[in-house]
């Protein structure tokens, strides 16, 4: 799996999926970017990626779960 191969995920013992690392130290750019589908139209990739990156900035997997709402 290519999340944990990036440290993203860990598998434990058990088989359950955690993260691979403190929740303030996973941006949520770095998942976006190990979860990449072949692009069908050269240079689209790369602006979506651009736009991406611009929308999430720094944003940490932490950061994007605080501003969930819960209930």
């Given at each position: 799996m290519?999340?944990?191969?990036a440290?993203?995920?860990?598998?434990t013992?058990g088989?359950?999926?955690?993260?691979g690392r403190d929740?303030?130290?996973?941006?949520?750019?770095d998942?976006?970017?190990?979860?990449r589908?072949?692009?069908?139209?050269p240079?689209?990739?790369?602006r979506?990626?651009?736009?991406v990156?611009?929308?999430?900035?720094?944003?940490?997997?932490?950061?994007?779960?605080a501003d969930?709402p819960?209930g």
């Amino acid at each position: 799996m290519r999340l944990e191969t990036a440290g993203l995920l860990a598998r434990t013992a058990g088989e359950r999926l955690l993260p691979g690392r403190d929740l303030n130290a996973i941006l949520v750019s770095d998942i976006d970017a190990d979860t990449r589908w072949p692009d069908p139209v050269p240079g689209l990739q790369a602006r979506i990626d651009a736009g991406v990156g611009e929308a999430l900035g720094r944003m940490t997997l932490a950061d994007l779960l605080a501003d969930r709402p819960t209930g």
